[in-house]
């Protein structure tokens, strides 16, 4: 079973502040990940991609992954409250499946 | 671009009736994937299609569920007889390649089936 694993939060955080989601994975296989965030009632937006190990960064956004520790996080620096939505981790899987399994999401807050 | 596009947006249908979710992709996106939103169990992959030929429905719940892509500008997902627990939010999603760039999500579909 190829399983990606997401604390459901919420994960409550001022204005300004460092926001820092975390995804686990139990496919060691796997090899792209990606970070979707979804406002309610809306559709899941992509806003990462990460494929290798280390560090990504896109404006206020980091994505990081340590395929060692299956392990990938997303980092958003200086939230701002229309951040706050659900935060998607999801990963393709060995096997030659090109399809991606999401984890449950988690739902950050961001207040002023 | 006009992106993914799904219609209807919403549907209210009774128990034992026949459901037809469409499904519009990008254009030059040769991957389409249904997804099923619940509160309960997430993003749920129902179905994907490489080239309009289905390449994994493993996730379709059961025989009530049936999918189709007769070209690349169109997929249908059709639910007969609807139940109750079919209620959801259904997502198209499409992509170039299905690996390294990710999904583009249409607006999805809410259904309930009363």
């Known amino acids: 079973q190829k399983e990606v694993e997401q604390n459901s939060g919420p994960l409550s955080v001022p204005e300004g502040a460092i926001a820092s989601l975390n995804c686990t994975y139990s496919?060691?296989?796997?090899?792209?990940f990606f970070w979707y965030r979804q406002y309610s009632g809306k559709s899941p937006e992509l806003i990462m991609s990460?494929?290798?190990?280390g560090d990504k960064e896109d404006g206020r956004f980091t994505a990081q992954l340590n395929k060692a520790s299956q392990y990938v996080s997303l980092l958003i620096r200086d939230s701002q409250p229309s951040d706050s939505a659900t935060y998607l981790c999801?990963?393709?899987?060995?096997?030659?499946?090109?399809?991606?399994?999401f984890g449950a999401g988690t739902r950050l807050a961001v207040h002023p | 671009d006009a992106g993914v596009i799904q219609s209807p947006r919403h549907e209210v249908t009774e128990m034992g009736q026949e459901v037809t979710l469409r499904c519009k992709p990008i254009?030059?996106?040769?991957?389409l994937f249904w997804y099923r939103q619940t509160m309960m169990r997430g993003l749920e992959l129902l179905i994907y299609?490489?080239?309009?030929?289905?390449?994994?429905d493993s996730g379709m719940p059961e025989d009530r569920f049936s999918a189709k892509m007769p070209n690349a500008s169109f997929s249908t997902l059709k639910i007969q007889p609807s139940e109750p627990r079919d209620s959801a939010v259904y997502f198209c999603a499409s992509s170039p390649d299905g690996l390294h760039y990710g999904y583009t999500f249409g607006s999805g579909t809410r259904l309930t089936v009363v």
């Open positions: 999801a990963g393709t899987f060995s096997g030659g499946y090109n399809k991606l399994i």
């Open positions: 299609f490489n080239n309009n030929v289905p390449i994994d």
């Open positions: 496919d060691r296989g796997s090899q792209s």
């Open positions: 254009s030059g996106h040769d991957y």
């Open positions: 990460i494929y290798s190990n």
